[in-house]
């Protein structure tokens, strides 16, 4: 299959914008009169690079894949958003998710004007394989996937994913945001295989840099030249390049926060077992835990007055009464459980 198939018309045709910089990589030897920019040092007072270079290198050389493999956005959210309005037609075309998942495949459709199909994850909350393979029809350009997947916390079966990519002629998009968390390998050494597979990840969750929103799409270089095309010219920057950049060097510290948060997630899963105001606690493979209360509201709302915020999810399918904890320092998860057991002496 070539992905170039499935790209908007307009957007085929599209001559994107090229910015002085995209013709003339700049270098500090040279005079830089082409950009309007304020010729006084201030660190930041040149444009940022546009395809973001040396950050795309690390990120290759970290992640085994090639730059012409990588693009990036201001957070996945980005990449969700781009995805969709170069392979989606707005009124015609529609994209497939599997609830309970990630809210922004659905609400970036909605903007987009991208009707939305939902095929329920199965009760364990994994991938229906058979009923996800006979929904789409010709209009569906992409089926989002999440694994480990938000609010579930579970990894999907990478195989049913994978039998997914090949049988699919849409885009798979499979978003790994807690990725580092799992003890399954990434999907992204599989887009040589596949053409249509679109990895996510990203600094938010388990690099610890949410604040400067940097998202990573892995793909094949004909969909990364794509997005190239209709991205904003300066969507990564300068700010955000450098401090990732300097991010990416801390893989020990970012190993530690991992081991400690996947030990205290354990924890507190025991934790909540024997609990009676527990129904379940879900297995996870990520950084928070998905849990069935016998009474979610009364617990919410017992946290909340003790000045503790978790996410209430038990609106979504196959979620009443379940709540969605992210695990925290050790001592924050401390506070958690003296909820719990302060909660646990009034029943
Ligand atoms: C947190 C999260 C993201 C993060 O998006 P950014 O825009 O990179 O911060 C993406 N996908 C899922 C499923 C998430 O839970």
Same mark, same amino acid.
């Given at each position: ?8 018309s ?6 994107p914008?090229?910015?002085?910089r995209?013709?003339?990589?700049? $270098? ?7 950009a309007n920019?304020?010729?006084? @040092? ?15 290198e ?5 992640? +085994? ?30 994209i ?12 970036? +459709? ?34 989002f ?16 994913v994978?039998?997914l ?9 499979v @978003? ?14 599989? *887009?040589?295989e ?15 840099m949410?604040? *400067? ?6 793909? @094949? ?8 095309? *209709? ?7 300068q700010?955000t ?8 060097k ?13 030990k ?6 025991e ?36 000045? *503790? ?11 009443? @009464? ?5 695990i ?6 401390? $506070? ?12």
């Amino acid at each position: 299959m070539n992905p170039d198939d499935l790209v908007r018309s307009n957007v085929l045709r599209l001559k994107p914008y090229s910015s002085a910089r995209d013709e003339h990589e700049g $270098r500090a030897s040279e005079i830089m009169l082409d950009a309007n920019e304020n010729p006084y @040092d201030t660190g930041y007072n040149r444009y940022p690079d546009p395809y973001q270079g040396r950050l795309k290198e690390r990120i290759a050389e970290l992640k +085994a894949s090639k730059s012409d493999n990588i693009f990036l956005g201001n957070g996945s959210d980005e990449v969700i958003d781009l995805l969709q309005r170069a392979f989606c037609e707005p009124g015609r075309d529609n994209i497939l998710i599997c609830p309970p998942t990630y809210g922004m495949y659905k609400v970036y +459709a909605e903007i987009n004007n991208v009707a939305v199909r939902e095929i329920p994850l199965t009760a364990s909350f994994d991938l229906d394989l058979k009923s996800t393979l006979e929904a789409p029809d010709d209009s569906t350009k992409a089926i989002f996937l999440c694994s480990p997947n938000n609010p579930t916390g579970n990894d999907l079966d990478p195989d049913k994913v994978r039998s997914l990519a090949s049988s699919f002629p849409g885009l798979v998009v499979v @978003d790994e945001a807690y990725i580092d968390f799992s003890t399954r390998p990434s999907l992204l050494t599989r *887009i040589g295989e596949h053409p249509n597979l679109v990895v996510l990840q990203t600094l938010s969750k388990a690099w610890g840099m949410a604040g *400067i929103r940097l998202g990573m799409g892995f793909a @094949d270089e004909r969909v990364v030249r794509t997005l190239n095309k *209709i991205k904003p010219p300066y969507n990564v920057n300068q700010a955000t390049q450098e401090l990732a950049l300097e991010t990416l060097k801390n893989e020990k510290k970012r190993e530690q926060q991992i081991n400690s948060i996947r030990k205290e997630r354990n924890a507190i899963a025991e934790r909540l077992e024997c609990s009676p105001l527990v129904r379940k606690v879900h297995p996870s493979d990520a950084n928070f835990l998905l849990v069935q209360f016998h009474n979610a509201k009364t617990v919410l709302s017992a946290l909340k007055e003790r000045g *503790i915020i978790v996410r209430d999810r038990s609106e979504l399918p196959n979620c009443t @009464d379940r709540l969605r904890i992210s695990i925290g320092t050790p001592t924050e998860n401390e $506070r958690f459980k003296a909820v719990l057991d302060e909660l646990e002496s009034t029943l």
